[in-house]
């Protein structure tokens, strides 16, 4: 089944860091950039960051750039966001995303999201 | 950053109604635009590519026109699972920024 399975949300105090995960299935994950978007509650979508097939190009939205950093393993079909010195705002559902070609263009493939929690 | 902007903010209508939904970008971004519908609790859904391509299994009352700066989401006759909220997206520079969504709800 063509699939991105989520993992890693949680709850977590302001300052501190959380990993997320999206392991990929069904599909040939080393030929497709992957994305990162979130979306506060009650509130409409953000995206957050894109990576290249290779993972030799990333990009990031302004308000996460430089604490946020997106890797992937395509060994593991597995695509990661590490979240450092979270806020408050960063509150959020984050869903992975599979790039429907290159790494500018409409996502076709979404996970289930993950609620990550930023509260003391 | 290239801002887009959605209009209207939400929409009412009935089942078989046509809607229309724009999307407005702050430059222009050729055709580099895609449309999702997202319904609630659900992860969004991609419909459109490329301005006008129709992702595959989306039903053809769906269609998308535009470049440039100026774009729209058409909905030719609505159908019950069709109220959701709708999502534009520039896919030309990064950061690939969305609209602010356009709900669409029962009259």
């Known amino acids: 089944e063509v699939q991105l399975l989520q993992s890693g949300g949680g709850l977590v105090q302001p300052g501190g860091s959380l990993r997320l995960s999206c392991a990929a299935s069904?599909?040939?994950?080393?030929?497709?950039?992957m994305s990162w978007v979130r979306q506060s509650p009650g509130k409409g979508l953000e995206w957050v960051s894109v990576?290249?097939?290779?993972?030799?190009?990333?990009y990031y939205a302004d308000s996460v750039e430089g604490r946020f950093t997106v890797s992937r393993d395509n060994s593991q079909d597995t695509v990661y966001l590490q979240m450092s010195s979270l806020r408050a705002e960063d509150t959020a559902v984050y869903y992975c995303?599979?790039?429907?070609?290159?790494?500018?263009?409409?996502?076709?493939?979404w996970g289930q999201g993950a609620l990550v929690t930023v509260s003391s | 950053d290239i801002q887009m902007t959605q209009s209207p903010s939400f929409l009412s209508a009935s089942v078989g109604d046509r809607v229309t939904i724009t999307c407005r970008a702050s430059?222009?971004?050729?055709?580099?635009l895609s449309w999702y519908e997202q319904r609630p609790g659900r992860a969004p859904k991609l419909l459109i590519f490329?301005?006008?391509t129709l992702q595959t299994g989306v039903p053809s009352r769906f269609s998308g026109s535009g470049s440039g700066t100026d774009f729209t989401l058409t909905i030719s006759s609505l159908q019950p699972e069709d109220f959701a909220t709708y999502y534009c997206?520039?896919?030309?520079?990064?950061?690939?920024?969305f609209g602010a969504g356009t709900k669409v709800d029962l009259k």
């Open positions: 995303a599979k790039v429907r070609l290159g790494i500018f263009a409409g996502l076709d493939l």
């Open positions: 069904g599909f040939a994950f080393s030929g497709y950039g």
């Open positions: 990576i290249s097939n290779t993972g030799g190009r990333a």
């Open positions: 430059e222009s971004i050729s055709s580099f």
């Open positions: 490329a301005a006008s």
């Open positions: 997206q520039q896919t030309y520079s990064a950061p690939l920024t």
